[in-house]
């Protein structure tokens, strides 16, 4: 192959990388876009058409209207303190779960991983009936307990620390073992050091999925008492028996960013521990 063909395949190369990236953006981006927009937009020019990409006048109104047609900061503290738990306690969970499926020794150890495999192939819509069931029987329902207990489940963020753990070399924790350190100390002055990227790996996508939970919260919530943003959000739909998408949408920009903003400033620390197989020394 000469050099001629060879720059003109990388050219060709990067022509599709790019077209495929621009796919992704507009598929990503445009959604976002519109209800950005949308959230400005007055109701008849929600309704066009041909639709507009652009409002024909600012209403920024929409923004007061979704904060003030629904408990709206209340719906918000709910999520904060909900998210804020449930994060804790996967994280704790999770990191401590899979430093002893790779580094202690005890019997049965491989099957209780089959069990965290197994728990990652059952959607955790078939054991919605169940879980409520045994909640309501224990008089847990529209209270903090009854929604963060049944949500507690570490299976994802376990395999994905020992997937992590088990890459870091053998010849460290032995190194360290050698040295004196016990379980504790390994775990809080080796192995944690070494896993930073993963943590905030783990971190983001499980305060990412907990605020965006919406099932088991809709069961269980009755009132603005406990239930967290994304049911307020849907009372803020329902709540003239008429949807105005205009609130609708601003009540979702609302939603959105405090995760949005996590996600942008730790995203580079997410994509490290996603695609980290190694321990540079």
Partial sequence: ???DTHARRERLVKVFG???MLCVLIIVGLPLYWIVMTSFKERPDI???????????????????????????AFLRNSVIITSILAGVKF????LSAYGLVFLRFPGKNLVFLGIIAA????????????????????????????????????FGTFLMRNHFLSI???????????????????????????????????????VNEWNEYLWPFLMADD?????LPIGLTLLQNNDGVTNWG???????????????????LQRHMIKGLTSGAVKG
């Avoid at 066009?48 to 006048?57: G, H, M």
């Avoid at 979702?252 to 903003?261: D, E, F, N």
């Fill in 1 to 3: 192959m000469d050099a």
């Fill in 18 to 20: 790019y077209a495929a």
């Fill in 47 to 73: 309704y066009t058409i041909p639709v507009t990409w652009w409002p024909a006048v600012f209403h920024p109104q929409n923004y007061s209207e979704a904060v003030q047609s629904v408990e709206f900061f």
């Fill in 92 to 95: 704790v969970l999770g990191v």
């Fill in 120 to 155: 990652l192939m059952v959607p955790n819509q078939i054991t919605v009936i169940s879980n409520y069931a045994l909640v309501a029987e224990w008089g847990w329902r529209n209270t903090f307990q009854g929604i963060i207990v049944p949500l507690a489940g570490v299976a």
């Fill in 169 to 207: 070399p053998a010849e460290i924790i032995e190194a360290a073992r050698m040295d004196g350190a016990g379980p504790l100390r390994l775990l809080w002055r080796v192995v944690l050091p070494l896993s930073g990227p993963t943590m905030v790996a783990f971190a983001i996508i499980t305060v």
């Fill in 224 to 228: 603005a008492s406990v239930a967290p």
């Fill in 247 to 265: 609130p609708v949408m601003a009540g979702t920009v609302l939603a959105m960013l405090p995760i949005l903003v996590v996600f942008l400033l």
